[in-house]
């Protein structure tokens, strides 16, 4: 097996078609393709299955993908290990934009203390995969339930509803608001599967994805939100609104595939994420 050929196929794992595997390798398509067939004929295995809409891992190309990233994160320890200088490269992390800000707040003196380390923060709703490398880290709510990740809990985030004060005044007396919720595309966000069970038959004055928004909606009186307290309790131009059951309190934890977990500039990162989640906050 020629060792280079697993570099091809971590790629065209993770993108899922020859042509975006070929961008990130300075290659073109057919080079991949060679070097995906040389890789399945040396380990006597269908990695991927070929399909309309690109390329999916069969559930021996699964296994391949674990044991090939294992590889690559060994390939970088070494480099790492031998280098007389600080830890370098680029750490990317994936968090819900909310959390995200509260991550790029904290970071202030890491670029000083770590210079060769970049950071990229991957700010989305949808989930970036850890096992395909769309990131190295991942700062998500709710307990992991994959075996093959390092987690660990930084702190509980709390929530309650909110609005601007003349509707928190009128939803405290028994007025009922409108909420300012979620779009359709937000159907696995968890908060927004609650607000649509816990208040069945409540008008929708607003709907957003982006708690920011979310938030600027209150504000301009469209109706009550439900936002982390760290989000609303700082808000100069929100009320919490009294007497409203809120969300139950999600954990959030600090995930990392294993083998990435011990490389320098990884571990230079969730330290600083860890020590951002220990200061004292009303979450």
Not at 32 to 43: C, H, P
Not at 228 to 235: F, H, N
Not at 256 to 276: G, Q, W
Request: overall charge positive.
């Amino acid at each position: 097996m020629d060792w280079e050929d697993v570099r091809f196929f971590l790629a065209l794992a993770r993108h899922g078609s020859l042509s975006a595997a070929a961008r990130q390798l300075h290659v073109n398509h057919a080079t991949v393709a060679r070097r995906i067939g040389a890789l399945e004929a040396a380990l006597g295995q269908v990695l991927f299955e070929r399909r309309v809409d690109g390329y999916g891992l069969t559930r021996n190309g699964e296994a391949a993908l674990e044991a090939a990233a294992a590889m690559e994160a060994s390939a970088l320890e070494l480099s790492d290990a031998v280098r007389q200088d600080e830890p370098q490269g680029t750490v990317r992390i994936t968090a819900v934009p909310s959390v995200a800000k509260l991550v790029a707040a904290g970071l202030g003196g890491f670029q000083a203390a770590h210079p060769k380390i970049a950071i990229e923060l991957i700010t989305e709703i949808r989930v970036a995969s850890l096992a395909r490398r769309e990131a190295d880290l991942a700062l998500r709510l709710g307990r992991p339930q994959d075996s093959r990740l390092i987690g660990r809990k930084l702190t509980e985030i709390r929530y309650a509803f909110y609005a601007a004060p003349a509707i928190a005044k009128a939803a405290a007396k028994g007025t009922a608001a409108a909420l300012v919720g979620y779009d359709a595309d937000a159907k696995e966000v968890l908060e927004a599967r609650w607000l649509a069970r816990t208040f069945p038959g409540r008008p929708v004055g607003f709907r957003s994805n982006s708690n920011d928004v979310q938030a600027a909606a209150a504000r301009a009186g469209l109706g009550m939100v439900l936002l982390p307290r760290y989000m609303g309790d700082t808000d100069r131009g929100l009320r919490e609104v009294a007497g409203m059951e809120p969300h139950p309190p999600r954990e959030l934890w600090l995930l990392s595939p294993r083998e990435l977990a011990r490389t320098p500039r990884v571990r230079a990162v969730m330290d600083a994420l860890v020590a951002i989640f220990a200061k004292p906050r009303r979450a």
